[in-house]
């Protein structure tokens, strides 16, 4: 496909790759018996976040005027697209569908984004890489930020070939040199800080004394003596190198930064001190369990408590795993974007964490799952996933040695947590890179829990639907203000209707506006607006009709629905990626060129849900398209 179009570009391709949706923006509507809102507002609680109940594409499509250039991260957990409705898998079509689907949703995830803004990714094996490649070709190559790989299980199964534990996060930034400059460090866990000590209670504080003095590899000239505080004169040992220059050891020396061990007759080691190092860690690709925690973890030790009467989600995302994406990617107040919430881990997230969050769910568990979750989040009832902070007590290095008699530990252990006692919660132990770690599990009232809130949105039916005659008309359930609204969205002005100003309904500049009628516009009436609306300024009116061949120049004057009608698509309710119901191949292919063309079939639930809008009884704005009688300049 591609050379036929004579393109040099290294590109994917697929069946349907040239098959783009021409989606209708549709608009919001608020459902305020489902909106939530914490009883008191405190300094700094963030109000404005929105759960959508509906198909992603679309609700992607009805923010996109609203938030272009405004998302400061996208997190996405999509369908992995394993399920296989084919019993042989070859050919390919779950395949271009999954690829086709995600593109769509990709390319508007990429117009949201801000300048210095970044999407993240989860995927397994499945899509992974050839999502990559679709996502070189929407971000650009040189945006790709890392294939960051999650532990997502610490356990094995051994009834496979070959036991999975992870899954992909690929990360791509709207501009890589503009996010590499404002990332965040990660905050140095309980852990990392611990290994930073004080033996030799030196003033400056803590400093890491983990590094070896010595190296395997260096020139002759870090061979040099160095004479210990005991007398004892030391090289470093045969076949090694000291890591620092015999200056920059002078140097450290001079500055009392050398520790030569309790005795001062041990290897000298240059001290890194926890003030001087960086204020926070770059983070790695390799993000284990122990640090973001696993599926299970997120299943068992969360969700299960949080909401005991609801069947987790299979594969929920740890709060953990979320919040590490969030502290790199954001900063307080910048708006997170999930557009497949699932049980809402990620608005969950953002709420404790200071963020704004926009979440999308198509399926029922938006009501089942994310609503409750919010709500105990909202109210302060959430004290699992992040709100249960940890600080390691207690912890021990594990050495062969020290394994083969374990008493000694397991008492010293059970002696910091009896002397830890009243200080925390609860504790737990844990191994984690070699260390036996003892934490001590903060109690919620010592969390700023709780605040805030979110309103819950539906998609509006489509703007236009077919009357008994096969002739679009206005849907029955619009009124003037969604239709306004509608069409302010549809022409590509934000809808900002001037309380004082009637035809000022929105704007596509500061002094281009738009003015959305049901009347029919007389000359007398255009005049009276032209006007008004003076040589500084234009403004496109839309109306049922409009009855004159003169023209103003500050005015655009366009016949509805007429206007509209080949602009998107009507009616298409389902952009699913939920791929159960597959196009059917009703003819054979013309396949002489190798490559299967399908024209993808409507879902049952597609037409159904199409027949449902057509069905809708009461009033229209207007009553057809094509009865009246204006002429279109
Ligand atoms: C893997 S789950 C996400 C789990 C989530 N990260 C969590 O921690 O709970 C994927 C979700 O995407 C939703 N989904 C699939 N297709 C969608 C669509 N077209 N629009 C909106 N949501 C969709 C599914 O219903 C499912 O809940």
């Given at each position: 496909m591609a050379n036929r179009r004579n393109k040099t570009r290294l590109e994917l391709t697929w069946i349907g790759k040239e098959d783009r949706p021409r989606l209708e923006p549709r608009i919001l509507l608020e459902d305020p018996?489902?909106?939530?809102?914490?009883?008191?507002r405190r300094p700094g609680d963030i109000f404005d976040n929105m759960l959508i109940h509906g198909d992603n594409l679309l609700a992607l499509k009805a923010l996109e005027i609203d938030f272009a250039g405004?998302?400061?991260?996208?997190?996405?957990?999509?369908?992995?697209?394993?399920?296989?409705?084919?019993?042989?898998?070859?050919?390919?079509?779950?395949?271009?569908?999954?690829l086709s689907l995600m593109r769509e949703r990709l390319e508007i995830l990429s117009r949201l984004l801000t300048a210095d803004g970044s999407i993240w990714i989860t995927i397994d094996d499945?899509?992974?890489?050839?999502?990559?490649?679709?996502?070189?070709?929407?971000?650009?190559?040189?945006?790709?930020?890392?294939?960051?790989?999650?532990?997502?299980?610490?356990?094995?199964?051994?009834?496979?070939?070959?036991?999975?534990?992870?899954?992909?996060?690929?990360?791509?930034?709207?501009?890589?040199?503009?996010?590499?400059?404002?990332?965040?460090?990660?905050?140095?866990?309980?852990?990392?800080?611990?290994?930073?000590?004080?033996?030799?209670?030196?003033?400056?504080?803590?400093?890491?004394?983990?590094?070896?003095?010595?190296?395997?590899?260096?020139?002759?000239?870090?061979?040099?003596?160095?004479?210990?505080?005991?007398?004892?004169?030391?090289?470093?040992p045969k076949g090694n190198y000291w890591r620092f220059s015999k200056t920059s050891f002078d140097k450290a020396l001079a500055e009392?930064?050398?520790?030569?061990?309790?005795?001062?007759?041990?290897?000298?080691?240059?001290?890194?001190?926890?003030?001087?190092?960086?204020?926070?860690?770059?983070?790695?690709?390799?993000?284990?369990?122990?640090?973001?925690?696993?599926?299970?973890?997120?299943?068992?030790d969360h969700l299960r408590k949080l909401l005991p009467d609801i069947e987790p989600f299979a594969t929920p995302k740890p709060e953990e795993l979320i919040r590490r994406i969030v502290q790199i990617n954001t900063n307080q107040g910048d708006i997170v974007l999930d557009s497949f919430a699932g049980s809402g881990t990620t608005g969950a997230v953002c709420h404790k964490l200071g963020r704004k969050w926009i979440m999308v769910e198509l399926e029922d568990t938006?009501?089942?799952?994310?609503?409750?979750?919010?709500?105990?989040?909202?109210?302060?009832?959430?004290?699992?996933?992040?709100?249960?902070?940890?600080?390691?007590?207690?912890e021990e290095k594990l050495t062969p040695t020290k394994l083969k008699n374990m008493e000694p530990i397991l008492e010293a252990l059970n002696a910091a947590k009896e002397k830890a006692g009243g200080q925390f919660a609860s504790f737990s132990t844990k191994v984690e890179s070699n260390f036996l770690r003892l934490y001590g599990i903060i109690g919620p009232e010592k969390m700023p829990l709780g605040g805030g809130g979110f309103r819950y949105?539906?998609?509006?039916?489509?703007?236009?639907?077919?009357?008994?005659?096969?002739?679009?008309?206005?849907?029955?359930?619009?009124?003037?203000?969604?239709?306004?609204?509608?069409?302010?969205?549809?022409?590509?002005?934000?809808?900002?209707?001037s309380p004082e100003t009637y035809w000022q309904q929105g704007r596509s500049t500061e002094t281009d506006y738009i003015y959305i009628t049901t009347q029919m516009m007389t000359a007398d009436m255009l005049q009276k607006l032209s006007d008004e609306v003076g040589p500084d300024r234009s403004l496109l009116i839309m109306c049922k009709a409009f009855r004159s061949k003169r023209e103003w120049a500050n005015l655009t004057v366009?016949?509805?629905?007429?206007?509209?009608?080949?602009?998107?698509?009507?009616?298409?309710?389902?952009?699913?990626?939920?791929?159960?119901?597959?196009?059917?191949?009703?003819?054979?292919?013309?396949?002489?060129?190798?490559?299967?063309?399908?024209?993808?079939?409507?879902?049952?639930?597609?037409?159904?849900?199409?027949?449902?809008?057509?069905a809708v009884a009461g009033g229209n704005l207007f009553d057809t398209d094509e009865t009246e009688d204006g002429e279109d300049n």
């Open positions: 018996e489902k909106s939530y809102h914490a009883s008191v405004q998302i400061k991260c996208v997190f996405i957990d999509p369908p992995y697209n394993t399920g296989s409705a084919f019993e042989h898998y070859d050919d390919g079509i779950e395949h271009s569908l999954w499945t899509e992974s890489h050839y999502l990559k490649v679709v996502c070189d070709e929407v971000f650009g190559r040189t945006n790709f930020i890392a294939n960051v790989v999650w532990e997502k299980t610490a356990g094995r199964k051994n009834d496979t070939y070959i036991s999975t534990a992870h899954d992909h996060i690929l990360a791509y930034a709207k501009d890589l040199s503009v996010w590499r400059k404002t990332r965040n460090l990660l905050p140095r866990s309980d852990s990392q800080l611990a290994r930073y000590q004080n033996p030799d209670d030196d003033p400056r504080g803590p400093w890491i004394q983990g590094a070896d003095s010595t190296a395997k590899s260096g020139s002759d000239s870090l061979l040099y003596e160095v004479e210990l505080p005991s007398g004892r004169k030391v090289r470093p009392d930064r050398v520790y030569f061990g309790k005795n001062g007759d041990s290897l000298p080691i240059v001290k890194k001190y926890l003030s001087d190092v960086q204020d926070g860690l770059v983070p790695r690709t390799w993000w284990p369990s122990s640090e973001v925690n696993s599926n299970q973890g997120a299943r068992r938006c009501d089942t799952h994310i609503l409750p979750r919010l709500t105990k989040v909202i109210d302060g009832d959430d004290h699992g996933g992040i709100s249960g902070v940890k600080e390691v007590v207690w949105y539906q998609l509006a039916p489509s703007l236009l639907q077919k009357d008994d005659y096969d002739n679009w008309i206005i849907n029955k359930d619009y009124n003037p203000a969604m239709l306004a609204e509608a069409l302010c969205k549809i022409e590509g002005f934000k809808y900002d209707p366009k016949k509805i629905p007429k206007a509209v009608l080949s602009k998107c698509e009507w009616g298409q309710d389902d952009y699913s990626l939920e791929i159960k119901e597959l196009p059917v191949i009703e003819d054979e292919p013309d396949d002489t060129e190798g490559n299967a063309q399908v024209e993808p079939k409507s879902s049952g639930k597609a037409k159904s849900k199409r027949r449902k809008a057509a």
